[in-house]
């Protein structure tokens, strides 16, 4: 076909989003402590799913902005749950590695609080709430100002040493 009777089609580029992090927070740069395996949340930093920056606090607990684009749909104008729970799996294993203990997620309970707009930056913190043998139990949050989207624990399982 003629290059003059292709037709061009244009494609919705999303907006840049602020990702940036509270005062005190210090950028982490996760995908080089775990590599490739973040790529599924945070494997397109300019897509249209999911954008996200992860950070520490002075206490070294683990945060992240995420970004919700239209690709993460589930109720029309709201994030999917698969969506929230993937952000959720991603920030809270995350967590786990930032704070030392090499593992893979063996069960993660999500309660969702309230329907997430989509294209809105929010808030995961996380949280080792303890840790016994090789059961790690990590707690989060989704949330924005006042309004929490999402709760999750996490038990994490580590991984033996080769």
């Given at each position: 076909?003629?290059?003059?009777?292709?037709?061009?089609?244009?494609?919705?580029?999303?907006?840049?989003?602020?990702?940036?992090?509270d005062?005190?927070?210090?950028?982490?740069?996760?995908?080089?402590?775990?590599?490739?395996?973040?790529?599924?949340?945070?494997?397109?930093?300019?897509g249209?799913?999911f954008?996200?920056?992860?950070?520490?606090?002075?206490?070294?607990?683990?945060?992240?902005?995420?970004?919700?684009?239209?690709?993460?749909?589930?109720?029309?104008?709201?994030?999917?749950?698969?969506?929230?729970?993937?952000?959720?799996?991603?920030?809270?294993?995350?967590?786990?590695?930032?704070?030392?203990?090499?593992?893979?997620?063996?069960?993660?309970?999500?309660?969702?609080?309230?329907?997430?707009?989509?294209?809105?930056?929010?808030?995961?913190?996380?949280?080792?709430?303890?840790?016994?043998?090789?059961?790690?139990?990590?707690?989060?949050?989704?949330?924005?100002?006042?309004?929490?989207?999402?709760?999750?624990?996490?038990?994490?399982?580590?991984?033996?040493?080769?």
């Amino acid at each position: 076909m003629p290059e003059s009777a292709v037709e061009k089609v244009s494609v919705d580029v999303c907006p840049p989003v602020d990702l940036g992090g509270d005062a005190g927070w210090i950028h982490f740069d996760a995908p080089s402590l775990v590599g490739e395996s973040l790529r599924f949340v945070s494997g397109e930093p300019e897509g249209s799913r999911f954008r996200a920056r992860y950070y520490r606090d002075s206490e070294q607990h683990l945060h992240a902005r995420i970004w919700f684009g239209p690709e993460t749909e589930g109720p029309p104008g709201h994030a999917h749950g698969g969506a929230v729970a993937a952000v959720m799996d991603e920030a809270l294993g995350l967590a786990a590695w930032a704070a030392g203990y090499p593992i893979v997620v063996g069960n993660l309970n999500v309660s969702f609080r309230n329907m997430l707009p989509l294209q809105k930056v929010v808030t995961v913190e996380s949280r080792v709430i303890s840790a016994q043998g090789r059961k790690v139990m990590v707690h989060g949050r989704i949330f924005c100002g006042d309004t929490t989207y999402a709760e999750g624990e996490c038990l994490c399982i580590t991984i033996p040493a080769k």
